[in-house]
């Protein structure tokens, strides 16, 4: 259930009230009154849903009140009747869900004798690309005055983040003339060492609008056009019918080019190239150094991936209306994506997978699984590497895990640790219960918050010392706080949770703080 599922209802729900044969009887002014009273109460509810929503509760509590009870009464014309239920749901929204009573969670609980890290973003961080490191350094003292210097930096410790777009800042295809890969690798270690700061590395692999030469099968006017370029984008049917483009809502829905075939023979000999030479050996030197340096605690890890998708489309206008629209504007079907990919692993119409969700979570699961082994093989160590899954998409069976087919469990791979974006909303709203099973049925090993916010919207909110504990006193090593969006509202909700004085605070009482 969703807040489009909740709009669609409440609208429908309005519809009855537009029909003279549902009015109620008596004189025109009567019906008015009766008409006029109905349509607030349903705004109200419809605005009451959407905060209740917002706060990671049930919409079905008030949801199905409203469907079977209130849109019956209307349809017999009982519409003092459908008013007094309108009004009971009004009082539950009033009220709120009944309080989540805590649970004992104290059996996951769990020590580490590796060093915790809290990671920030320094927006002067994108200075290392060109070998700026004095610019960088002056986020770093300004943060330096906020946090003071961690008591006991190997037990734990904070740093900052380099974000490194593997295919856009790809020397061989580089979109941008001032991205310099093995300059900002190089630089971010030489930053670390001077200043005896920790930091961390993201490899995002996703992004690949400069790929022309790899994606574009349908625009003969943009460079790269060879209609062969279907076989590394994603398919919507058995027939190999190519999908124009990928969706997402940052806080603005945006199309984006295709959704990578993630086990295409073309993505993945370029990936191999782009781990086993472009990335990897630069940060399996710089690793050398550090512990040359006896520093080697300064690297907080390396991130593989950023929420691996196989989108489901079909159910879009319940999952995102906004991206329902902007899909409806492109003339795009809404299909479920993936074929491709099945295809190359040898299902097809005659043979389709019997779990065609488990299916497609596994090849998400596999290009992370990728990307880290070829890493690897270039000398990044697996205990420093993490995966990137959406935990709040949840577990096979949600309506979100339907829609990108990354279900919490494909975060642990053989390669590197498990690692999800953990924002306190859906199953992580309450507690992190549905995390620390995963971890423990695979045996509890370290794992990060490869993306982290106590703050998401208005109601999504969290104080910062409880959520360091749900990450820190269960087995974490590494939160890497992110501040990013694509819309302002969004953007400014994240960066109020992560720096707000009592978020400030926390963090000096974690890291023990000497100025």
């Known amino acids: 259930m969703t807040k489009a599922w909740l709009i669609n209802i409440l609208l429908a729900l309005l519809l009855p009230l537009l029909s003279k044969h549902s009015l109620a009887q008596g004189d025109a002014r009567s019906r008015e009154l009766v008409v006029q009273n109905i ?6 509810v419809k605005e009451g849903m959407e905060r209740w929503v917002e706060e990671g509760n049930d919409p079905q509590v008030v949801g199905l009140i409203m469907r079977d009870e209130f849109t019956p009464l209307m349809r017999e014309g009982k ?15 009033s009220k709120g869900p009944p309080r989540q009573k805590p649970k004992d969670l104290s059996r996951f609980r769990r020590t580490t004798n590796e060093t915790q890290y809290i990671i920030f973003p320094i927006k002067e961080v ?37 974000m490194i777009p593997a295919w856009r800042y790809d020397p061989d295809h580089l979109e941008n003339p ?43 006017d943009l460079p790269g056009y060879d209609q062969e370029n279907k076989q590394n984008v994603e398919w919507l049917d058995w027939k190999g019918t190519p999908h124009p483009h990928r969706y ?17 023979p073309r993505v993945l000999e370029e990936v191999r190239r782009l781990a086993g030479k472009v990335i990897g050996p630069h940060i399996a030197k710089g690793l050398t150094k550090l512990k040359a340096e006896r520093k080697a605690h300064l690297l907080s890890g390396v991130t593989v991936g950023a929420e691996p998708s196989l989108p489901n489309y079909e159910n879009i206008e319940h999952i995102n209306p906004k991206i329902a629209a902007l899909m409806d504007e492109d003339g795009v079907p809404k299909a479920k994506l993936g074929y491709n990919a099945l295809t190359n692993k040898g299902y097809s119409r005659k043979k389709p997978p019997k779990d065609f969700g488990q299916a497609l979570a596994e090849i998400n699961q596999d290009f992370t699984t990728y990307w880290a082994r070829k890493l690897a093989e270039a000398g990044v160590p697996a205990s420093k590497m993490y995966t990137h899954v959406a935990a709040g998409a949840g577990e096979v069976g949600s309506p979100h895990v339907e829609f990108t087919n990354a279900p919490i469990h494909i975060a642990f791979i053989k390669h590197a640790r498990p690692g999800w974006t953990t924002y306190p909303i859906g199953p992580l709203r309450h507690d992190f219960e549905i995390l620390y099973k995963a971890l423990a049925k ?50 400014s909700s994240l960066k109020e949770g992560i720096w707000n004085p009592k978020a400030i605070e926390a963090y000096r009482e974690f890291l023990g703080s000497e100025h």
């Open 442 to 491: 695979h045996g509890n090993p370290p794992w990060a918050s490869t993306e982290s916010g106590p703050q998401m919207g208005r109601h999504a909110k969290l104080k910062a010392r409880e959520y360091l504990e749900r990450h820190f006193e269960y087995g974490a090593t590494l939160m890497l706080f992110n501040t990013g969006a694509t819309s302002e509202e969004l953007s």
């Open 248 to 264: 997402r809502d940052w806080g603005h829905p945006e199309r984006m080019p295709p959704v990578i075939c993630y086990n295409s």
């Open 126 to 162: 994108g200075a290392l690309h060109q070998g700026r490191l004095e610019v960088l350094e002056q986020g770093i003292k300004r943060l330096q005055q906020k946090l003071g210097k961690a008591r006991h930096p190997t037990k734990r410790n904070w740093g900052f983040h380099l």
């Open 178 to 220: 001032n991205a310099n890969i093995e300059k900002a690798i190089g630089s971010a270690f030489e930053v670390a060492i001077r200043n005896d700061i920790a930091f961390h590395i993201t490899v995002e692999t996703h992004e690949w609008n400069n790929r022309n030469d790899l994606w574009n099968y349908y625009r003969k």
């Open 79 to 93: 519409h003092l009747d459908a008013v007094k239920v309108a009004d009971r749901a009004l009082k539950i929204l």
């Open 39 to 44: 349509r607030i109460k349903v705004a109200l």
